[in-house]
């Protein structure tokens, strides 16, 4: 069982930033990818990028470049540095978690509640 609990969203201007986090908790017995879903009205949800224990990281073409994601392993936190945004980047965004169950070691993924963000034109 992992709880996610994600942080850093709001209303910024057109080209601003914003930084969101998420911190893991609960009982696992390890993590092995964490990233970023968003999901704007009218859309499916989408991948924005994540990364893996050993580090490795995937972003989506759109936001190749201008975003940066960085995890915690010891910490069990991972952060989304959001630059140059876009209105039509306007979504709920969602921390995602692959975890091991402590117990019977299946895997499974976990959602935080999502952080709204809110791009200004």
């Known amino acids: 069982q992992v709880h996610l609990v994600e942080s850093g969203g709001g209303l910024v201007q057109a080209g601003g930033s914003l930084r969101l986090s998420c911190a893991a908790s609960g009982k696992f017995f390890s993590i092995s990818r964490m990233g970023w879903y968003r999901q704007a009205p009218g859309k499916q949800r989408e991948l924005v990028a994540n990364?893996?224990?050993?580090?490795?990281?995937k972003y989506v073409d759109f936001v190749k470049g201008r975003f940066g994601i960085s995890r915690d392993n010891a910490k069990n936190t991972v952060s989304l540095q959001m630059n140059s945004l876009k209105p039509e980047e306007t979504a709920r965004y969602y921390c995602n978690a692959v975890a091991l169950d402590a117990t019977i070691r299946f895997e499974y993924d976990s959602w935080g509640q999502g952080t709204q963000v809110t791009v200004a034109s």
């Open positions: 990364v893996d224990s050993g580090g490795r990281t």
